[in-house]
């Protein structure tokens, strides 16, 4: 039943490592999106998906790769990760950037913590 | 490139009191959004507004936008314990189609 899952929830992991977050939507909507929350809770957009098209990328180093294979699916792999990716991670998905009110629809998040 | 700004930062207040949040934004959005987050949850939606002067209420809460003073307030009438969360404002930019949150604003309803 879960509009927008993530997975993990929780992820712990050296310096160095590379992980992925995987995000899957079962809302038909067509626009994804990756959002990372810092320990203040502000909330930042890193990337955004269209029909798997990429339309939103925002400065984040290039660690950082998002890949749709459909539009249900926008997964988050990082490389090297550094102590300061230590955040939570939000996947959201709309109906559309610019289809009605556009209400992005919130995964749990996936807390990821560098050591 | 819009941005979006809140205040207070933090709330304490008492259950049965009322209080607005503010939220000014510095460009045209072409909608305003709140969401609420409990603590370590997702962000739910509560409101969208659309056009200048819309107002939406839900139970306690009730939201409005002004969009020549580039103003959205969030009043809280008769708080309860339960509202206790953060909440953002966030504004869809026109330009560049990013919804820009603002920094959140933390309430805390004591009983």
């Known amino acids: 039943d879960t509009a927008v899952s993530q997975t993990p929830k929780y992820l712990v992991t050296q310096m160095g490592n590379d992980k992925s977050i995987k995000c899957e939507q079962n809302?038909?909507?067509?626009?994804m999106y990756w959002y990372k929350q810092d320990s203040k809770k502000f909330l930042k957009i890193m990337f955004s998906?269209?029909?798997?098209?990429?339309?939103i990328n925002e400065t984040v180093p290039n660690r950082f790769s998002p890949k749709s294979p459909d539009k249900a699916h926008l997964n988050l792999h990082i490389n090297s990760l550094e102590l300061g990716d230590s955040a939570v991670y939000f996947c959201?998905?709309?109906?559309?950037?610019?289809?009605?009110?556009?209400?992005?629809?919130f995964g749990a998040g996936s807390r990821l913590t560098v050591l | 490139e819009l941005k979006v700004e809140q205040n207070p930062l933090f709330l304490s207040m008492q259950e049965g009191k009322n209080y607005t949040i503010y939220c000014n934004y510095s460009?045209?959005?072409?909608?305003l959004y709140w969401y609420r987050q409990d603590p370590g949850k997702s962000l739910e939606s509560l409101f969208v507004?659309?056009?200048?002067?819309a107002v939406k209420q839900e139970g306690r809460l009730m939201a409005s936008l002004d969009t020549k003073a580039r103003l959205s307030t969030l009043h809280i009438t008769a708080a309860v314990h339960d509202l206790s969360a953060t909440y953002f404002c966030?504004?869809?930019?026109?330009?560049?189609?990013?919804?820009?949150f603002g920094q959140g604003t933390t309430l805390q309803v004591k009983p």
């Open positions: 959201a998905s709309s109906q559309g950037q610019y289809s009605g009110a556009n209400v992005l629809t």
């Open positions: 809302l038909g909507h067509d626009t």
């Open positions: 998906y269209n029909n798997k098209e990429l339309i």
């Open positions: 460009t045209t959005s072409d909608r």
């Open positions: 507004l659309l056009s200048n002067g």
């Open positions: 966030a504004g869809l930019s026109s330009n560049t189609g990013k919804l820009i």
